[in-house]
């Protein structure tokens, strides 16, 4: 499979501005970032701490940290983590903030809470949620580009359009209410969920997060002009979905065994 493709008939006046978005996608340096081989993160909590400002730089570069829905009670500022591998802890903190804050998180706590302090940092608990749902999981982001933050408005959901989006980011599942709901519908491996409104992406690596981010704002941008064009949009077959998705299944079932260990991911080589 050679870039993304998008199975759609266009309408008979035309779509050149969905055609040229969804050869942007086909551009996509996930699809290059992907066969790097041999990269390892370290694991040492001051270099996790750099890696969170060279991410979040990266990030903000490239217009991703916009906030379309904060969580009931948080701010509406985009929030970034990465888990510390081999430890109960992570680096959190918001786009705006120049340094992350460490995390230390009690199992014994329910769900979506951690010794933090008196005080929890705001946009915390859906972070820890995930970490605590899904252990392939190191790079977690609530928030998107600026098509990407409009994504509630056309449902949440974009079906399986393009080989790299269901290679890399899952079957997207339905929109996410509350809290209790995230870890069923993590369960699948999605790696791109709407979550109370807000865009929330996830990655195996910080850099496999970035990537997904890039890629998610991209398919956005090609599919809503598809669909606003009136034009029927149709994903692709089944078997191109069945064979991406389990290449990604078997990533992530290499990244639990190597959080499990105590180590970062390595990120997947080719296709």
Request: charged residues 20%.
């Amino acid at each position: 499979m050679n870039g993304d493709r998008m199975a759609m008939t266009a309408p008979a006046h035309g779509t050149p501005s969905t055609l040229a978005a969804a050869v942007a996608v086909a551009d996509d340096p996930a699809q290059t970032g992907a066969r790097r081989s041999g990269h390892v993160v370290s694991t040492s909590p001051s270099d996790l701490r750099v890696e969170w400002r060279a991410l979040r730089d990266r990030l903000s570069a490239k217009d991703l940290l916009r906030s379309a829905a904060p969580w009931p009670g948080t701010s509406s500022i985009a929030t970034l983590s990465l888990r510390i591998p081999g430890e109960q802890a992570l680096w959190f903190g918001e786009a705006t903030q120049a340094e992350p804050q460490r995390i230390e998180v009690d199992a014994t706590l329910p769900l979506g809470h951690a010794s933090a302090g008196p005080v929890a940092p705001r946009g915390l608990a859906p972070h820890l949620a995930v970490y605590a749902a899904r252990l392939d999981v190191c790079a977690v982001l609530i928030g998107a580009g600026p098509f990407g933050a409009q994504w509630a408005a056309m449902g949440g959901v974009i079906p399986g359009v393009f080989d790299e989006q269901v290679r890399h980011l899952g079957r997207m599942p339905a929109p996410v209410h509350a809290l209790r709901e995230l870890a069923p519908s993590l369960a699948a491996g999605a790696n791109v969920l709407l979550v109370e409104g807000g865009p929330m992406v996830l990655g195996m690596t910080p850099s496999r997060l970035a990537l997904n981010a890039e890629l998610f704002e991209k398919c956005v941008k090609a599919y809503l002009p598809a669909v606003a064009s009136g034009g029927p949009v149709r994903p692709l077959p089944w078997w191109v979905r069945w064979v991406a998705n389990g290449r990604l299944m078997k990533d992530e079932a290499r990244a639990r065994g190597e959080v499990g260990s105590g180590r970062m991911p390595v990120e997947a080589k080719g296709y």
